[in-house]
């Protein structure tokens, strides 16, 4: 289970990587007045969304199996853990919702300001604050926490 762990962490690093600079290059994008630097930008997006997916699919099938191994006989029951699952699944509605903006952007449809993207770049990062706190400190929460 030890290497599934470490693929797991190894496909999540990945998928933060872009998680964390997809929603950068929207507030750059957003700037950019000129035809080639739209351009550029459209390219960056699309090869870092598809870069980002296969870390995400990774780090959810490796999440899974770990789920489905041991995790969820041991920590069902415990708060900090449903937190966690919760936050995950917030994170693939995020990965998706990113998708949308740059199919958004990449068809001229963008709606949003750099303002709006700098807030929402970053919300991958306090996810991942709260999840790193709660699977290190395992915090109680409710139920047979510990």
Known sequence: MLWVEAFHVIFVVAWYAGLLYLPR???YHAQTDDATGDERFRVMERKLFMI???GGIGALVFG???VADYAWAAFAASGWFRAKLVLAGALVLYHVWCGKLVADFAAGRNRHGHR???LINEVPALILV???I???V???MGGSDG
């Open 25 to 27: 290059l929207f507030v």
């Open 64 to 66: 899974l199996w770990l």
């Open 138 to 140: 395992k915090p109680a």
């Open 52 to 54: 980002m997916t296969v």
């Open 130 to 132: 709260v999840v790193v």
């Open 116 to 118: 709006f993207y700098r």
């Open 134 to 136: 709660l699977v290190v």
